[in-house]
T-cell receptor, first 109, second 115 residues
Framework: SQKIEQNSEALNIQEGKTATLTCNYTNYSPAYLQWYRQDPGRGPVFLLLIRENEKEKRKERLKVTFDTTLKQSLFHITASQPADSATYLCAPGGGKLIFGQGTELSVKP | ETGVTQTPRHLVMGMTNKKSLKCEQHLGHNAMYWYKQSAKKPLELMFVYNFKEQTENNSVPSRFSPECPNSSHLFLHLHTLQPEDSALYLC??????????????FGNGTRLTVT
């Protein structure tokens, strides 16, 4: 069955550093992959979409890569800030959108 | 705000109660979704509606009954729930079904506790 795996451990980094979150998927060939941010007690908020024919996508301090050979997406936040602390969800899609369980990121001042 | 409004934000109900969750979207979208989010688990898709027609039911128990009277409103009617149904219930909308990558716009959810 289709499986999405994100870093299960919370990621703790220092302000100003680059955060890198991983999303791996198996038994699936998604046409695109989306990333969302979720704050406690709130619904997820869409951040970025990358398609299978794109290697990399950027938006301000965010960068996403999509490697269909490795079946992996990496999500980077450069110059991280405490306000970036949240849970980040990846969602490969193509017909049906399937969510990973999310990685909790904590950026310390 | 997100453009998707869910009420109530919190709900506590007994196992014999009947209650309803409401979702309204002001984005002019044609597809609406119900998701269940339990602690430390991925979002679980429950139901999908496209142009008011139900297009997906992911083997959801009949104690959950969705209703979509128009493209802007979605309800989830609850009856005879179990304690394991306690979770955050999220409503989402998208311009069309997610097949082409349309991002989902989520509400802030209803935190449901079944006692």
């Amino acid at each position: 069955s289709q499986k999405i795996e994100q870093n299960s451990e919370a990621l703790n980094i220092q302000e100003g550093k680059t955060a890198t979150l991983t999303c791996n998927y198996t038994n699936y060939s998604p046409a695109y992959l989306q990333w969302y941010r979720q704050d406690p007690g709130r619904g997820p908020v869409f951040l970025l979409l990358i398609r299978e024919n794109e290697k990399e996508k950027r938006k301000e301090r965010l960068k996403v890569t999509f490697d269909t050979t490795l079946k992996q997406s990496l999500f980077h936040i450069t110059a991280s800030q405490p306000a970036d602390s949240a849970t980040y969800l990846c969602a490969p899609g193509g017909g049906k959108l399937i969510f990973g369980q999310g990685t909790e990121l904590s950026v310390k001042p | 705000e997100t453009g998707v409004t869910q009420t109530p934000r919190h709900l506590v109900m007994g196992m014999t109660n009947k209650k309803s969750l409401k979702c309204e979207q002001h984005l002019g979208h044609n597809a609406m979704y119900w998701y269940k989010q339990s602690a430390k688990k991925p979002l679980e898709l429950m139901f999908v509606y496209n142009f008011k027609e139900q297009t997906e039911n992911n083997s959801v128990p009949s104690r959950f009954s969705p209703e979509c009277p128009n493209s802007s409103h979605l309800f989830l009617h609850l009856h005879t729930l179990q304690p394991e149904d306690s979770a955050l219930y999220l409503c989402a909308s998208s311009p069309q079904r997610t097949g082409n990558g349309s991002p989902l716009h989520f509400g802030n959810g209803t935190r449901l506790t079944v006692t």
